[in-house]
Nanobody, 118 residues
């Protein structure tokens, strides 16, 4: 059974960098699947942020690409999200998600609330 678990600060100040880690158990992030970050802001739908493939190729939402960096640590079976220059509108529940293909999500983390506020 694959499990994903997000971790990171719950409060980030405006203009700082949001940094989250997803720890994966029950399967290696280097085999076949796509590993994504998705968020949901209050009153809004799900927004795909970006992801990293099993081979380490990254891909980003065009609307967030200039502020987003996704990387991985294969020795820890983790992948990370960094979102720079955050604004209050980046307040959301952030999820790490496994996908079998484009938007074919099958396993989700429980989500972690991140609030951007001074």
């Amino acid at each position: 059974q694959v499990q994903l678990q997000e971790s990171g600060p719950g409060l980030v100040k405006p203009s700082q960098t949001l940094s989250l880690t997803c720890t994966v158990s029950g399967g290696s992030i280097t085999i076949y699947y796509y590993w994504n970050w998705i968020r949901q802001s209050p009153g809004k739908g799900l927004e795909w942020i970006g992801g990293i493939t099993a081979s380490g190729t990254t891909y980003y939402s065009p609307s967030l690409k200039s502020r987003t960096s996704i990387s991985r640590d294969t020795s820890k079976n983790q992948f990370t999200l960094q979102l720079s220059s955050v604004i209050p509108e980046d307040t959301a529940v952030y999820y790490c998600v496994r996908a079998m293909g484009w938007q074919a999500y099958d396993y989700w983390g429980q989500g972690t609330q991140v609030t951007v506020s001074s």
